[in-house]
């Protein structure tokens, strides 16, 4: 059903496919950019991408200003300053994001501080505060799951303040999502099947939240068939460049589904057990993301039914009566997670992740209290929130 | 003869924003005394530090209200605040008039983004929980059923406090 009203905002270009790489120095120049600094983390240069990044580079007359290689696992605003000083000491004019979540989210909070010429993240935290303009930002993902590279958002910690530090603004948006298979080949299988389960959240609570639109929809139904048809063999088969380039598709589609529809209860109750248990964020998408929806049952039944189309295939979703369609989608994703634990040992419950039982309140305050449960269908209480726990433990 | 090209001064909607503006007084009022009274509203805002405003205001250039917390309560400070730590924004007159009249909740006013929000994500979660409670104190079960997603219990001492606010709580903002 068409919604009353909507709105839906994706001026992200998307290059994607074989050596797409090689088009980032001309892409820069349309930008008019000429000295790029780079923001990737370790693991990305351990890989060998660093190299393939500057090769891309070769012959095209644009020096890269700086390449900063040291983005810790969780993007803290220490590394942003960090960050921020080399790019105005380098005279950098731009930004490229290689990396996952962590370094996608600390290109933005340095392009925060080097667009509003400041060194202090804080002042810019919120949602609607930025009011400029940013500098070109490219973003390379290195993994296929948090769609990050054509969101509206960014989270940085503040460790001296001990605070997460979310932002929210369209001018947070990059202006270019850049989808090469070879950046994604080295991922390892437990982080392969993690990420997209993140990204397979994203696409399911797009779907069945209330901002839900048009557009959003296509967005997240084209995303979870590419996920169910490539999840598996990405896992078993990393080096194969087709499956991998799909799931960054589908990763980025996932993206633009949920900054245009929001997440729900999942994304909530993850974000809480991630900021008490560390657990890894795609880890907690992939526990939770059958007991969110069995949750929001009785609220949306008939959208997580229509979900078993893209999920299952037209066979079983024409076999499936209508009135058992929802419980089928929820099954299917239980078969799923079974699959990827017997695969990768990608934890099921909150027990394997490593969770102990006395943290459970506390995760469910924290969960209500989380952004993303605005626009989930159900309204949580703390006990909801608790029950849903307890479930999941 | 050459046309004339002149600028167009677009004319203003009086009676919708003088609605707005009435509403924004009963609902600044209603927050003042509800948030005296009501223990739930009392916990939800203990996170919010003293001195702490929040302004709702209509776009671009439209009636305003804000809030003030002191004292564990919400202070209804009128248009005497013009910027506040949180911001709530209605995107024109229209969209302001729908949900202040109450014909749209703000669950779907956040998702149709008539209404939005700028400052902490996390006050907005908090916020729009004890804008639930004032609506479900202010108006009868059928029209808050049709704005929220689960219409809070109404205990006994809500429904005294419903007695007080339509009596003396809106008129003293006690
Ligand atoms: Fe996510």
Redesign the pocket.
Known sequence: MLPSYYEFHNPVKIISGNKALDNLPSELEILGAKRPMVVTDKGVAGAGLVKIFIDSFGSSGMTIGAIFDDVPPDSSSEVVEKITSIFRQNQCDSLVALGGGSVIDTAKGVNILVTENSDDLLKFSGAEVLRKKMKPLVVIPTTS???SEVTVVAVISDVKRNIKMPFASTYLLPDIALLDPRMTLTLPPKMTAATAM??M??AVESYINLQKNPMSDAYAVAAIEIICENVLKAVSDGNNAQVRLAMANASTMAGIA?SNSM?GVV?AL?HAAGGICHIP??VA?NIFLPFGLEYNLPKCRENIGKLLLHIAGDEVYARTPESRRAEQTINYIVELRKALNELCGLPINLKQAGVTEDKLSEIAQAAINDPSIVMNPREMDVNDALAILKKAF | MAVQYRPIVPGIKRFKILVIKIVFIVLGRAFQSASQHDEEIRKEISSWRDGFTLIMKVMPDGPYMGLEKKNNMLEFKGSQLKQADFEIYFKNVESAFMIMTPQMGSHQAFAERRMSIKGDLGIATVFTRVLVIVMSVLYPEFIVKRLVKRVPPLTLKRAGLRVWLYTLGILLGK
Do not use: I, N, P
Request: hydrophobic share 30%; charged share 5%; aromatic share 8%.
């Open positions: 799951g948090t769609g993140d990204a959240s994203h949920f997440v994304h993850g964020h795609g998408m």
